[in-house]
């Protein structure tokens, strides 16, 4: 379900909008309307959505319109044309008190610069927003301090903006909007002004509250590896207009123009692909409570592989047994595969980077399991299959 709707919409500054929207839709640039008409374009024909429990980061170089397209979903910004929906309702038609309701009970809005109240303690800048909301005094008390802990700042509620980091303040603006308990996070360039260090410390915190929260976070951001990180998918934009929508991987392997290839040529590709996206599926697999040893080293043989996974009735993965060991319990007239499997195999979860692989996969003479967090069996990882992997989407 769509948390968040964009449809076909535009930011044009300036007394004649209209004239530059045919404009733009005749293939005029951004450049040649501001010299030709003085007219800024800040959002050009946008169209995406966001679907709820999703991170979606709006990235792009600065001047691209990622702030402007952010503070036009909640109208701090006025759209020139188009329309946004939140939960199917309307947000460009709202009057001016059911937009305020709707910002109060829908969408809470971290910024960049904190926007913290000097003169106001920790725990009354996080009550602000429920203060305006005009909930029950006591359990906003209850709510902020709860919002508070879980950002890490429990027992710094007495304390002042200015007696604080600047982690620490962004750990403040985020509490405040986590206090509203909206549905929606809408975060614009949050961890920008951050040193790098705090700041990597601040995307690993969001990463562990989304776990929790399953919030809907549109984040804004000019940092690659920072989107790579935080994004279950990207939004792409250059000059007002958006370029290209997709996962992190389809950024990287699937550039959608030359744009797209050059924003992204310097990034590590290891960093994002996943063991899932390097894996092969295999039917190869010998089930525990039907196959014997010559029913496996028979699977063996076809597959031309010298070790085989087996796996439970509904493909947990119970253990691996390898061509020698089959063949001796064939020896032995043995049919029982449990006298030699192997238990104490090393797995891996479908999301694991790619770039963790390489050490675990060097110290095991058989393939990599990848099994979900129930212990199913997804797929299997060679060393072959995963430097073709990468090689095939050119990392070097």
């Known amino acids: 379900m769509s948390k968040i709707k964009v449809e076909n919409l535009y930011k044009i500054f300036g007394p004649q909008p209209d004239r530059v929207i045919r404009m733009l839709e005749d293939g005029a640039s951004k450049d040649e309307i501001m010299e030709k008409t003085k007219h800024g374009v800040g959002v050009n024909n946008a169209s995406f959505e966001v679907e709820e429990g999703e991170i979606v980061v709006v990235m792009g170089l600065s001047g691209s319109g990622k702030s402007t397209l952010v503070r036009c979903i909640n109208r701090l910004i006025e759209p020139t044309h188009g ?3 939140i939960d199917d309702q309307e947000v460009t038609s709202l009057s001016r008190e059911e ?3 709707m910002r109060l009970t829908k969408m809470g809005m971290v910024f960049q610069n904190f926007a913290l109240f000097p003169h106001r303690t920790v725990l009354n800048n996080t009550l602000y927003g429920l203060e305006i909301k005009g909930e029950d005094l006591e359990q906003s008390r209850e709510a902020a301090l709860k919002a508070l802990d879980l950002v890490g700042l429990g027992g710094w509620e007495n304390s002042y903006p200015t007696q604080l ?11 405040r909007a986590l206090a509203l308990d909206a549905d929606i996070l809408l975060m614009d360039e949050a961890f920008s002004a ?39 998918r990207i939004v792409l934009m250059k000059d007002g207009e958006i370029v290209q929508v997709g996962t992190p991987e389809d950024i990287l392997t699937d550039p959608a ?10 990034v590590d590709i290891t960093k994002v692909l996943t063991a899932e996206s390097v894996m092969k599926r295999t039917e190869a697999v010998a089930y525990l409570k039907t196959d014997g040893p010559r029913a496996a080293l028979r699977k063996m ?3 031309n592989i010298s070790s085989l996974f087996i796996v439970n009735e509904d493909r947990r993965l119970a253990g691996v047994i390898s061509a020698e060991e089959c063949a001796l319990l064939v020896e032995r007239g043995s049919k029982d595969l449990t006298d030699v499997i192997c238990t104490d195999i090393k797995t891996v979860l479908p999301d694991t980077p790619a770039q963790d692989l390489f050490n675990i996969i060097q110290d095991i003479n058989y393939p990599l399991a990848v099994v979900d967090e129930a212990n199913h069996l997804k797929g299997v990882i060679v060393r072959g299959s995963l430097i073709g992997a990468l090689a095939e989407r050119g990392d070097s």
């Open 99 to 101: 937009l305020r309701k």
């Open 301 to 303: 043989q076809k597959n």
């Open 165 to 175: 980091s600047g982690g620490m303040q962004q750990r403040v603006g985020l509490a």
């Open 83 to 85: 329309k946004v929906f």
């Open 257 to 266: 123009n030359d744009y797209v290839r050059r924003f992204v040529e310097d």
């Open 194 to 232: 951050l040193d790098p260090l705090i700041r990597r410390d601040m995307q690993d915190e969001l990463i562990n509250l989304q776990e929790k929260m399953k919030k809907t976070i549109l984040f804004i951001s000019h940092d690659l590896d920072e989107a790579l990180k935080l994004g279950d």
